[in-house]
């Protein structure tokens, strides 16, 4: 028998506090209702504002249609594109305050952020050098003029960041790793400096040389890059507070095209290349990018951040190039701004990335201290999980309530699936999972005194879930045929 996952999130307002290492796939073993013969057999699982995840009944699908209530329609849906995985930034912050927990912490954290019964993250993603959420400014290679990269080292990353890295794998072997670069070393760029500045025409073959020689050495130490972006957000230098460098679209044509595909057949490196890896109001650059043959030729995906522009803008480079990938490479929480980044705020972010083309969605830093440390630049992001090292505890990110919600049910490979949105209150996002299972998520945000309810529509049935008053709620409905 097929198994089909319906999974309902429904959204408000909340900061989830402390980390529940529950197994998501045991939770729900039972069924909410006892079907009788022919009938669909189903699992509601419900959190709110103040209940973890837990099971409520429900009554059963019928016949009969709610005609009040627009349903999510299975029968009827269609698959847009696919889905690959979540995923979170492992940067060299992330990595020490890892190395500073005690063994069986750090394995059981581990264990629940990238296991099937835990949160299922299948993608990191590395920073070359560093990023603003590092320990201190560093890079591969000082050396003037050492375009060929004979002096480039990644010793320093073998302290801690390699180690941790490798450990990852011992919970999901089939991580996939992509890596992005904030600076390369300043004797590259305008500024001489790796913070601000950009490229230097005649430094773009080492440029290229730069992130071959990372490539390599990375996979020497036994860590396989999949995919590099060619840069970090090309558009901004940061003003100079943090490592960052200007590409021009002209730079990132001939990278991306030429120079970057011939440093790696150099080396032997099959790495893919993905562009842009920076906001969504930059459509039309991409879509110039994308319009060189050589850079369709030898890219395999755009990569975006959702901090400027919405993210229907990307179905305009999806309609002038309908076979490319995309993924959401970039976005965690902000510790100024945890009262309004609530739980309906990260879906939207989340949901409509992968809506609207994305097939992954990848989070900022996995870990960070309560004041958003590590930090050498001038950001005030928070952590995906928040560890307090005096203290030895760990605070999850309301962004984790929402992951919890999808990723422990969506396999890698499923389908995104194209469906109406059920009420202007609530946006939805439905999977299709490569063995026919489905998974469907809704949220909505808290409308005090009002009942909200859902209807779902399967094999010409209906069955109407009705949500918890005066709260956020999410909600996992299971459905085994």
Same mark, same amino acid.
């Given at each position: 028998m097929k198994r089909v996952i319906i999974a309902i999130a429904v959204f408000a307002t909340a900061l989830l506090a402390g980390v529940n290492y529950a197994d998501a796939q045991g939770v729900s073993k039972s069924g909410s209702y006892v079907p009788r013969e022919g009938e669909v057999k189903f699992t509601i699982l419900q959190s709110t504002k103040d209940r973890a995840i837990h099971k409520v009944l429900n009554s059963p699908f019928t016949r009969h249609k709610y005609s009040?209530?627009?349903?999510?329609?299975?029968?009827?849906?269609?698959?847009?594109?696919?889905?690959?995985?979540?995923?979170?930034?492992?940067?060299? /912050?992330?990595?020490?305050?890892?190395?500073?927990?005690?063994?069986?912490? =750090?394995?059981?954290?581990?264990?629940?952020?990238?296991?099937? =019964?835990?949160?299922?993250?299948?993608?990191? =993603?590395?920073?070359?050098? /560093?990023?603003?959420?590092?320990?201190?400014?560093?890079?591969y290679n000082d050396h003037k003029g050492d375009v060929e990269m004979k002096h480039f080292s990644v010793a320093r990353d073998e302290a801690y960041m390699i180690p941790i890295i490798k450990q990852v794998f011992d919970y999901c072997p089939y991580t996939y790793v992509f890596s992005s670069v904030w600076s390369?070393?300043?004797?590259?760029?305008?500024?001489?400096?790796?913070?601000?500045?950009?490229l230097l025409d005649k430094y773009m073959p080492a440029f290229a040389n730069y992130w071959a020689a990372y490539v390599k050495a990375y996979a020497e130490r036994g860590i396989k890059i999949d995919a590099v972006t060619v840069q970090n957000e090309p558009l901004t230098d940061q003003m100079g507070a943090c490592p960052a460098t200007l590409i021009s679209t002209k730079q990132e044509i001939e990278l991306a095209g030429t120079l970057m595909p011939q440093a790696f057949k150099a080396q032997g490196i099959d790495t893919k290349i993905w562009i842009h890896d920076h906001n969504y109001d930059a459509f039309e650059r991409v879509n110039e990018i994308l319009a060189d043959k050589n850079v369709k030729h030898n890219i395999d995906a755009v990569a975006w951040h959702p901090y400027k522009g919405k993210p229907e803008m990307m179905q305009k480079v999806s309609k002038e190039n309908p076979n490319v990938k995309m993924h959401l490479t970039e976005r965690g929480p902000n510790i100024t701004k945890r009262a309004t980044q609530d739980e309906k705020w990260w879906s939207d972010y989340i949901f409509g990335a992968l809506?609207?083309?994305?097939?992954?969605?990848?989070?900022?830093?996995?870990?960070?201290?309560?004041?958003?440390?590590?930090?050498?630049? =001038?950001?005030?992001?928070?952590?995906l999980y928040t560890y307090d090292y005096e203290n030895s505890k760990l605070t999850e990110s309301v962004q984790v309530g929402v992951f919890k919600h999808f990723s422990p049910y969506v396999k890698r490979g499923a389908k995104i699936l194209s469906i109406e949105q059920p009420d202007e209150n609530m946006i939805a996002i439905a999977f299709q999972n490569p063995n026919g299972d489905y998974v469907i998520c809704v949220t909505a945000a808290d409308k005090p005194n009002k009942r909200q309810s859902l209807q779902i529509k399967y094999k010409d049935q209906y069955m109407l879930v009705s949500l918890p008053l005066n709260t956020w709620s999410m909600t996992t409905i299971l459905i085994e045929k």
């Open positions: 009040h209530f627009k349903p999510i329609d299975l029968d009827a849906a269609k698959p847009s594109h696919e889905y690959f995985g979540i995923g979170v930034s492992m940067t060299d /912050a992330t990595c020490w305050l890892l190395s500073q927990m005690d063994i069986e912490s =750090r394995h059981k954290f581990l264990k629940h952020v990238f296991t099937k =019964r835990g949160l299922n993250m299948s993608i990191i =993603r590395l920073n070359c050098g /560093a990023s603003d959420y590092a320990t201190e400014l560093y890079n390369v070393p300043g004797w590259m760029k305008s500024s001489g400096e790796m913070c601000g500045g950009s809506n609207n083309g994305c097939a992954s969605y990848c989070s900022w830093n996995l870990l960070l201290d309560p004041d958003g440390k590590p930090n050498v630049g =001038r950001h005030p992001c928070g952590g």
